[in-house]
């Protein structure tokens, strides 16, 4: 019985070793498979770093001519600005007066100022602006539009990233007009019942 007894188990005990060593040759089998995807991976990214080299850069860059003028009309509510654009070195004139003059809250300022910075053209030209009508968030809105203008008349292959950022679409939500027996656009009389 012993004989039997240790035959099964002298039987198991390879089995267990051919297990083990499989799993060995697998581990391995990866590791060399790794070190030639290293390989692969080097060439690859040799080859990727020579054509990213290569690639024309997509970023349009805002070229004027030094005497050039690019003149654009922009408008929000009753605001209506009327804005000429010439390189220079990203001095804005509203109505004479300095951008932090005219429009002395920061988020006034920011919004005039969102359509140069989506082009990275801040420094690189002068606005001069006139606006009337409105209040100064619709004229801060009417110089912005003006200016998206002006930049899509330089260089016309600004407009899809000024059109996905909305700068060139006019706002046209106005104050809604009164109606006739209505105290307002729509509020009514305090109903009475006597």
Do not use: C, W
């Not at 990866?30 to 054509?51: I, K, R």
């Not at 919004?111 to 100064?136: C, F, M, P, Q, R």
């Not at 105290?183 to 006597?194: G, T």
């Amino acid at each position: 019985m012993s004989e039997e007894a240790k035959t099964p188990e002298n039987e198991a005990a390879p089995v267990e070793e051919t297990a083990a060593e499989e799993t060995k040759s697998e581990e391995t089998a990866p590791e060399t498979a790794s070190s030639e995807e290293t390989t692969s991976d080097e060439t690859t990214s040799e080859e990727t770093t020579e054509v990213v080299e290569e690639a024309p850069v997509l970023n349009p860059v805002l070229a004027l001519a030094a005497d050039a003028r690019y003149t654009a009309t922009g408008k929000r509510k009753t605001a209506v600005a009327r804005v000429i654009l010439k390189p220079g070195t990203g001095v804005i004139t509203v109505n004479g007066r300095e951008l932090n003059e005219y429009f002395p809250r920061p988020t006034l300022q920011m919004t005039a100022k969102e359509s140069l910075e989506k082009v990275n053209s801040v420094d690189k030209v002068d606005v001069i602006a006139k606006v009337h009508g409105g209040g100064v968030a619709a004229q801060a809105g009417a110089v912005r539009h003006g200016i998206a203008r002006a930049l899509l008349e330089a260089n016309a292959d600004l407009r899809g990233e000024l059109k996905r950022a909305g700068f060139l679409t006019r706002d046209a939500r106005v104050k809604e007009r009164k109606k006739a027996g209505l105290k307002k656009a729509r509020k009514r009389p305090q109903f009475s019942k006597r």
